[in-house]
């Protein structure tokens, strides 16, 4: 197994995590009369300082994060995800200098001391890498913007054909690269590799889903030709999950489908949609293990998304239990609850400062988040799980009892919405409860109202 296999994320946020202040201008302000005068970057690193907010002198907030790695080891944890760390104009996603660490969080110092109390811990660092888009201070599309063709950068960028340049999505602070453009694969590739040089383990990357895969399969071959165990993940929404990830040399990607599936069958009491989804999500298992989740800086927490917070086990349980690398978006395992809202500050809600010490966080000690701790030690303690199948022995709209499975190695999980105990079935064997309470027999189970458990066989 390479040691993505082993990897249990915990995402973090930096800017929001930190605290660190809102800079201007708004992703809806217009743009003005005359781009900033700055020199632009060169394809090869280090590139010139851009225009983003200036921290405190003197402040690094990253320590704040390194202050953390004990609860992330703690909770189960080996890996620590960065959201964007380099300097932008606002939520981080805005690059304008991507050699450059945002000056709100501090330095490159800081990043790669953050980096080497990771490694002393034996956790692994994956950095965001948001190479689909710029911001609009990014100093090769300022000389594009301000000299025409006749800029080295022309290229880089679109015109959208009514007097502007492409931009993401409608978002007008945004300016989209032009893919197309040999440069802007050298540029990337470079960006990778530099920080991959300075001991970062990964990249997520940032709407991978808008960017042809012809190039990332371009970037991809010339990043694992230096860095052959860097772990590659794609942000992908919708789509042919097994084949973007073929296609552009991925070794992930992020799996939304299941993500929908797990809260939707939870709120409509329909463990159809998700049984369903199991089932895809085997399908992907003979390419790629998905990147699997319940919360990101980009949706409403699961608190916030279920209608009924007793499934927020449920939830865990599955996520726990089936096969992928999965992520714990940092403040979930407290309970934390935010809502997503389409406006501008619209994610400040799934985005929050921390304080400077776990102990000091709401819902820290609370059965939650023990219940984070047992599960992942449970994951732990059966790593074939990164690989492994679901067989569904019951389903209902309101129970579901499945086997997960690799080899000769097996569990079983069994899951209950009803307001009163379900039966369900399982394959005959001697198992053993070990988490949840549920009255296990050789075939099947009885399962409280609103319960759910998970046991062990024994080989024989």
Known sequence: MRWPDHAIWWHVYPLGFVGAERAAPSLDEPPSA????????????????SSAPEAVQGESRLARIAGWLDHLIALGCNGLALGP??????????????FRIDPRLGDEADLLKL?????????????????????RSFPAFTDAAARGAASPYAGWFDPDGQGDFRTFEGHHR??????AEPQVADYVTDVMTYWLERGVDGWRLDAAYAVPTDFWKTVTDRVRARFPDAWLVGEVIHGDYAGIVERAGFDSVTQYELWKAIWSSLNDRNLFELAWALGRHDEMLTTFAPQTFLG??????????????RYLAHALVVLLTIGGIPSIYSGDEFGFHGIKEEREGGDDAIRPSFPERPEETPGYGRPYHRLHQDLIGLRRRHPWLV?????KATLTNTALSYTVGSGSDRLAVVLNLADEPAEVDLPSAVWTC?????????????VPRAGWAIAETSHP
């Open 34 to 49: 005359q781009p900033p005068s700055v020199q632009p970057p060169s394809v090869q690193p280090p590139s010139a300082a």
């Open 115 to 135: 980096v080497e109390q990771a490694s002393e811990r034996g956790v692994r660092v994956l950095l965001d890498g948001v190479f689909n888009h710029v911001g």
């Open 434 to 446: 070990v988490a949840g309470e549920a009255a296990f027999s050789a075939d099947g189970a009885v």
């Open 85 to 98: 760390v380099f300097a932008s104009e606002t939520h981080g996603y805005d690059t304008v200098d991507h």
């Open 174 to 179: 945004l300016v989209a690269l032009n893919h």
């Open 387 to 391: 690989r492994a199948r679901t067989t």
């Open 296 to 309: 990101n800086h980009d949706v409403t927490r699961i608190a916030s998304r279920l209608d009924d917070e």
